[in-house]
C-alpha cells in the first residue's frame, strides 16, 4: 500500500511566521504535489515537483515555496504565514502521470 | 480552461435507496479520470481511475462509468458508513489535473 505521511495533522501559527510543512512518501514516486483545500474551492495545486531538486508552479504559487532535497520528501514553506493562507494542505505522490495517491492533510490555522 | 464540474454539491439518501453522483468534463483530451472519497478532515482516499470510454469499474456499493464528457458514480444500497464527500478528478493531455468540488454525500440509516 501506498503511504503518505504529512509532519502534523493540526498546527497553529502567528502572521509573519515561516512556516514548514513536511511531507513523506515510501512508494519512490517521482512526481509529488502540494494542494491546499477550501471549502467551495476545491483542491488547488500550489507546487508540484517531478524530480529531486525540480519543482514547477501550479496554479496558487503566491506565498508559498518548495524544497525537495531527497525523492521521498517535498517541502511546503510559507515564508511569512498569512490569515489568507489559513487552510487544509494536503501532500500527494504519484508514478509518472498515475493516479495521485494522497497524505492526511494538515490543517493550518494563522492567526 | 478545463473544467471539472460535479454534480449535486449535496445529497442526502436513506440507507439502501440507490443512486448517482455526476463529473462531467470539458471535452479536450482526456487521460484519465479518477475517483477518490474524502471523509472529514481527513486527505482523499483514491478509489477509481478510468481511462476511457465505456470503462467500468467496482467495488463493493461503488461502480463508475465513463462517457465522452461524463463519468457516473453509481452507489447502490447505501449504508451509513458510505457518508463521505466523493472527489473527482481529470487528468488531460497536457498533463493538467483538474479536481471537481465534490459531492458530499450523507446516507441515513
Known amino acids: 500500500d501506498v503511504k503518505v505521511t504529512q509532519s502534523s495533522r493540526y498546527l497553529v501559527k502567528r502572521t509573519g511566521e515561516k512556516v514548514f510543512l513536511e511531507c513523506v512518501q515510501d512508494?519512490?514516486?517521482?512526481?509529488m504535489f502540494w494542494y491546499r483545500q477550501d471549502p467551495g474551492l476545491g483542491l488547488r495545486l500550489i507546487y508540484f515537483?517531478?524530480?529531486?531538486?525540480?519543482?514547477e508552479k501550479g496554479d496558487i504559487p503566491e506565498g508559498y515555496s518548495v524544497s525537495r532535497e531527497k525523492k521521498e520528501r517535498f517541502s511546503l514553506i510559507l515564508e511569512s504565514a498569512s490569515t489568507n493562507q489559513t487552510s487544509m494542505y494536503l501532500c500527494?505522490?504519484?508514478?509518472?502521470?498515475?493516479?495521485?495517491?494522497f497524505g492526511p492533510g494538515t490543517r493550518l490555522t494563522v492567526l | 480552461e478545463d473544467q471539472v464540474t460535479q454534480s449535486p454539491e449535496a445529497l442526502r439518501l436513506q440507507e439502501g435507496e440507490s443512486s448517482s453522483l455526476n463529473c462531467s468534463y470539458t471535452?479536450?483530451?482526456?487521460?484519465?479520470l479518477f475517483w477518490y472519497r474524502q471523509d472529514p478532515g481527513k486527505g482523499p482516499e483514491f478509489l477509481f481511475t478510468?481511462?476511457?470510454a465505456g470503462e467500468e469499474k467496482e467495488k463493493e456499493r461503488l461502480k463508475a462509468t465513463l462517457t465522452k464528457k461524463e463519468s457516473f458514480l453509481h452507489i447502490t444500497a447505501p449504508k451509513p458508513e458510505d457518508s463521505a464527500t466523493y472527489l473527482c478528478?481529470?487528468?488531460?493531455?497536457?498533463?493538467?489535473?483538474?479536481f471537481g468540488a465534490g459531492t458530499r454525500l450523507t446516507v441515513k440509516p
Open positions: 478510468l481511462y476511457s
Open positions: 515537483s517531478y524530480d529531486v531538486k525540480m519543482k
Open positions: 478528478a481529470v487528468r488531460y493531455n497536457n498533463n493538467d489535473m483538474r
Open positions: 500527494a505522490s504519484s508514478l509518472y502521470t498515475d493516479t495521485q495517491y
Open positions: 512508494m519512490d514516486h517521482e512526481n
Open positions: 471535452v479536450s483530451g482526456l487521460r484519465g
